[in-house]
């Protein structure tokens, strides 16, 4: 089957350091992807991982691990304009999404 | 450009008619899939489409039609058995190393 997790909503401090969690049980891996969602837009895409490691890419990070089935996503020196819902989805035999993860930054 | 195109933006449709979304890719991408998004919560799979001519259902199909004729093309059909059709709906497209999004169709019952 095809299950993945992440939080439903995390809220942090305009300037700070927050990180989001995604852990999965998929048939088959062939990437994961982090997706940024505005309200009432489509998502945008953020990061993806097919190999073990950190991925840097300016404020955002994402971690991979694929022996236990993990990913977070990193995000540094918050603004608000951060605030958002963030995705997490696996690339197995399907593309299969989290519920995503509603970030709240606050001034 | 390379990219993944939706239309219409906005879409309005009166009770009982089936209206068709379209969405077209130009990425050679394989895998094509159609999802529901009602306010505040996450994409629900409708159908997806890993090869041309095939296509499966994903959790929430009932109300919704499919064709994949063309590789470049999955277009969803809206029916009237779709008691709750109000929603934002969103085509991706995926191949190894990239899945992307178009801009989405927002459908609204009138």
């Known amino acids: 089957g095809q299950n993945i997790d992440q939080p439903t909503e995390m809220t942090a401090t305009e300037g700070a350091i927050v990180q989001i969690n995604c852990t999965y049980q998929t048939s088959g891996f062939n990437g994961l992807f982090w997706y940024q969602q505005h309200a009432g837009e489509a998502p945008t895409f953020l990061s993806y991982n097919v190999l073990d490691g950190l991925e840097e890419k300016g404020r955002f990070s994402s971690f991979l691990s694929r022996s236990k089935g993990y990913s977070y996503l990193l995000l540094k020196e918050l603004q608000m304009k951060d605030s958002a819902s963030y995705l997490c989805a696996v690339v197995g035999n399907m593309l299969t999404f989290g519920g995503g993860t509603r970030l709240m930054v606050k001034p | 450009d390379g990219g993944i195109t939706q239309s219409p933006k906005y879409l309005f449709r009166k009770e009982g008619q089936n209206v068709t979304l379209s969405c077209e890719q130009n990425l050679n991408h394989d895998a094509m899939y159609w999802y529901r998004q009602d306010p505040g919560q996450g994409l629900r799979l409708i159908y997806y489409?890993?090869?041309?001519?095939?296509?499966q259902k994903g959790d929430i199909a009932e109300g919704y039609s499919v064709s994949r004729e063309k590789k470049e093309s999955f277009p969803l059909t809206v029916t009237s058995a779709q008691k709750n059709p109000t929603a934002f709906y969103l085509c991706?497209?995926?191949?190894?190393?990239?899945?992307?999004f178009g801009q989405g169709t927002r459908l609204t019952v009138v």
């Open positions: 991706a497209s995926s191949m190894n190393g990239g899945a992307f």
């Open positions: 489409s890993q090869i041309v001519n095939d296509f």
